[in-house]
């Protein structure tokens, strides 16, 4: 048999490995503490699975979706407005996804061709890359240094790439760095944008985790931005819904117009019950929302304070369920690190090579345990020595 080359693109996800990694030390008998995928284990509000169940108990909702219901354009529309004072036409501003990361990996499809310059961060959430790769692009990587605080800076970017870029994917607050954008950053990102004739796409998944007091922002709420781009937010975090698979792509009708076309060749639409459970989400009671980021900034407070105290020097992240940290000056590869992490601390986190180039010489750690199972996981990486460089076998 012959398959694509496109697959010669990509090796093993990295998360899949990881999860092979689990299982054999699981196997074996010893904890493991989980720290790798960012998949949230603060469950929804009983509202929202509420919704859910008694949508999934009626029988007429088994049939294809196709479209997204006006209910659910409706309440995306109303939860842009009030949160982040964004107008979206419902009918042709806002496209429903089976999760913000199939919408961020087949856009490129509808609007990439073969060849096409792509600006991508680095290091970046591996979809970006991905999703122009897999539609034929030439990626252009934009480093996101830490002496910048982690935010692009455009620029640098060459005038030749400029101007052939065709889009640019863009996130704040950032996965993995966990770095947030000031607003001079959106105001100059749309004269950009505009300058070149590049189309933006900006992922703002985790925009209600900003901590110590500050709210996040849409990029689409600066003036200009809709013009050239797009927003991809996602209910996976913020509502504890991420295996239901609930995301938006909202923003420039031209853009989301193209969006919806190819999605309308390859799906049949988000199920029923979930379009349910996504406007009880948005619309009903939002006390969940502040709970679940106050959950996160102790588990966020709880590890970076134990891991500095024991000498592994990181700095609190702004935002995001992630850490992103600094691997031990004795290590040259991340992916050295976490596999000795594993072996000898049962600890379990993200190299951050697979985040890009940049993502070489940081692991991320993601905020997805409770905080006395946190505070398990900074005892068993002290006792093992690995921070030392003697690791106890």
Aim: charged share 25%.
């Amino acid at each position: 048999m012959k398959f694509s080359n496109r697959l010669d693109l990509f090796g093993k996800s990295v998360f899949t490995k990881i999860v092979e990694l689990k299982r054999k030390k699981q196997e074996s008998g010893d904890e493991v503490f989980d720290l790798s995928i960012g998949t949230p284990n603060i469950p929804p509000a009983k509202h929202i699975i509420d919704a859910l169940c008694t949508a999934a108990a009626d029988e007429k909702n088994y049939i294809y979706a196709i479209n997204d219901q006006n209910a659910l354009l409706e309440a995306v529309s109303d939860w842009y407005d009030k949160r982040y004072q964004v107008n979206l036409n419902p009918k042709t501003e806002i496209c429903s996804l089976l999760g913000s990361q199939e919408g961020l990996a087949h856009i490129s499809m509808s609007i990439i061709d073969e060849g096409d310059v792509v600006l991508v961060p680095d290091p970046c959430y591996p979809v970006f890359a991905h999703g122009p790769m897999l539609a034929g692009a030439e990626i252009y990587f934009m480093p996101q240094k830490k002496e910048n605080d982690y935010v692009i800076c455009l620029e640098d970017i060459p005038e030749k790439i400029a101007q052939k870029a065709k889009a640019m994917l863009v996130s704040y607050p950032n996965n993995p760095t966990a770095a947030i954008a000031p607003d001079r950053f959106y105001e100059d990102l749309v004269a950009f944008a505009k300058k070149y004739d590049i189309i933006v796409l900006h992922d703002n998944a985790y925009s209600d985790l900003i901590y110590d007091g500050k709210k996040g922002k849409s990029f689409l709420s600066f003036p200009g931005a809709k013009d050239i781009g797009v927003e991809f937010n996602s209910l996976s975090k913020t509502y504890g819904l991420a295996g239901a698979r609930i995301g938006f792509c909202v923003g420039n009708e031209k853009i989301v117009s193209s969006l919806k076309a190819l999605k309308s060749n390859v799906d049949y639409g988000m199920f029923l019950p979930i379009q349910t459970a996504a406007i009880a989400a948005i619309s009903g009671d939002q006390t969940c929302v502040e709970e679940t980021k106050k959950a996160y900034e102790k588990r966020r407070n709880v590890l970076c304070e134990g891991f500095n105290a024991i000498g592994w020097k990181m700095d609190k992240p702004q935002a995001t369920m992630f850490i992103w940290a600094k691997i031990p000056s004795h290590y040259e590869k991340s992916v050295d690190f976490a596999a000795d992490l594993i072996e000898n601390a049962g600890v379990l986190v993200t190299p951050g090579s697979a985040f890009g180039p940049s993502g070489e010489g940081y692991v991320r750690i993601a905020l997805v345990q409770e905080e006395e199972i946190l505070k398990r996981a900074v005892e068993a990486v002290k006792d093992s020595g690995i921070l030392e460089g003697s690791l106890i076998h």
